[in-house]
């Protein structure tokens, strides 16, 4: 079946420094990839997406590209801030299903220090 | 901007009994969602819902879950009879769930906390 695998955390990181979480997928054909991110106390919002292989989601400087040969789909972030304290999910959903269900990884905890 | 609202933020309930979470979706959307997230853990899909039948379910979904939309504009689940393991936070979602094959964001509101004792 479908599933998700993303780098365990906590992730702790100065701030200016380089992001990156690991995020590969297992799926039967060409699913849509996500990075969902839950501030604290907060629900689930979507961060980027890409929906076929080689886009590249971008939003508030976070990047990923969709690696089909890899089946990876790698968070990134130049320059990060101590607003960018969250959780970060990795998902996938069918895109060849109308009521798609998401799946997602296990989420990782990111802490920025000023 | 358009949001899936969910009524209450937290609720607290005694082991055994029922509960009904509510959720408002984006009001032109057609596909509906719960998912939980026990604490510290990944998100699950419970259910998804279409045409005033469930679609899909997951494991977790059994006799002691319920969906409905009741009037045309909320929806809701039902848990039945509350266990310990049923605390956790409770998602909603909706989607416009257009032609298979393009792609239709889940819109999440902002979850309901379920707390068992």
């Given at each position: 079946?479908?599933s998700?695998?993303?780098?365990?955390?906590?992730?702790?990181?100065?701030?200016?420094?380089?992001?990156?979480?690991?995020?590969?997928?297992?799926?039967?054909?060409?699913?849509?990839?996500?990075?969902?991110?839950?501030?604290?106390?907060?629900?689930?919002?979507?961060?980027?997406?890409?929906?076929?292989?080689?886009?590249?989601?971008?939003?508030?400087?976070?990047?990923?590209?969709?690696?089909?040969?890899?089946?990876?789909?790698?968070?990134?972030?130049?320059?990060?801030?101590?607003?960018?304290?969250?959780?970060?999910?990795?998902?996938?959903?069918?895109?060849?299903?109308?009521?798609?269900?998401?799946?997602?990884?296990?989420?990782?905890?990111?802490?920025?220090?000023? | 901007?358009?949001?899936?609202?969910?009524?209450?933020?937290?609720?607290?309930?005694?082991?055994?009994?029922?509960?009904?979470?509510?959720?408002?979706?984006?009001?032109?959307?057609?596909?509906?969602?719960?998912?939980?997230?026990?604490?510290?853990?990944?998100?699950?899909?419970?259910?998804?819902?279409?045409?005033?039948?469930?679609?899909?379910?997951?494991?977790?979904?059994d006799?002691?879950?319920?969906v409905?939309?009741?009037?045309?504009?909320?929806?809701?689940?039902?848990?039945?009879s509350?266990?310990?393991?049923?605390?956790?936070?409770?998602f909603?979602?909706?989607?416009?769930?257009t032609?298979?094959?393009?792609?239709?964001?889940?819109?999440?509101?902002?979850?309901?906390r379920?707390?068992v004792?």
């Amino acid at each position: 079946g479908n599933s998700v695998t993303q780098m365990e955390g906590p992730v702790t990181l100065s701030e200016e420094a380089f992001l990156t979480i690991n995020c590969t997928y297992t799926a039967t054909g060409y699913p849509s990839l996500f990075w969902y991110v839950q501030y604290p106390g907060e629900g689930l919002q979507l961060l980027l997406k890409a929906t076929k292989a080689d886009d590249k989601g971008s939003n508030k400087g976070f990047e990923a590209t969709y690696r089909k040969e890899t089946t990876s789909f790698h968070l990134e972030k130049g320059s990060v801030q101590v607003s960018d304290s969250a959780v970060y999910f990795c998902a996938l959903s069918d895109p060849y299903s109308s009521a798609s269900k998401i799946i997602f990884g296990s989420g990782t905890r990111l802490s920025i220090r000023p | 901007e358009p949001e899936v609202t969910q009524t209450p933020s937290h609720q607290v309930t005694q082991m055994g009994q029922e509960v009904i979470l509510r959720c408002v979706p984006i009001s032109n959307h057609l596909y509906f969602y719960w998912y939980r997230q026990i604490l510290g853990q990944k998100v699950e899909f419970l259910v998804s819902f279409y045409n005033n039948e469930i679609s899909e379910k997951s494991e977790i979904f059994d006799d002691q879950f319920s969906v409905e939309r009741p009037d045309g504009s909320n929806f809701t689940l039902k848990i039945r009879s509350t266990k310990l393991e049923d605390s956790a936070m409770y998602f909603c979602a909706s989607s416009t769930g257009t032609s298979a094959g393009s792609y239709n964001e889940q819109f999440f509101g902002p979850g309901t906390r379920l707390t068992v004792l």
